[in-house]
């Protein structure tokens, strides 16, 4: 709920942006001379937003990727080892009640 309304407030604010900058041209300069169309300041805010989006997705992409294989493996042994407590639960002798030591017979017969 939190990211939700984080995300509208920057909706919010990129267009009061826009409304106050519609008018607004800049042209990008290179390195090499070259230079680009005078472009709306908002549309180079908005595809300077998406590119850095993109990088962030590429660069999280591969840690995210092996989280998940971690996840699998850990489940998998997880399962492995509820199946071995059951198997071992089920064949293990009832002790409800507790047994009398061989300490505890001495103790009874002094």
Known sequence: ???LLILL???ILYFAFVLYNMEEKIALK???GLST?????YLLVLGSLIIGMLLASILVFPG???MQLE???QRKTIEQME???SHLASIAPDRTKPEKSA???ELEET
Do not use: F, G, N, T
């Not at 169309?37 to 300041?41: A, G, K």
């Open 1 to 3: 709920m939190i990211r």
């Open 64 to 66: 995210w990727i092996r």
């Open 71 to 73: 996840m699998r493996r």
């Open 103 to 105: 300490y505890a017979d």
């Open 37 to 41: 169309q005078p472009l709306p300041i």
């Open 30 to 32: 290179y390195v090499l």
């Open 83 to 85: 199946q071995e407590l």
């Open 9 to 11: 407030l920057v909706i």
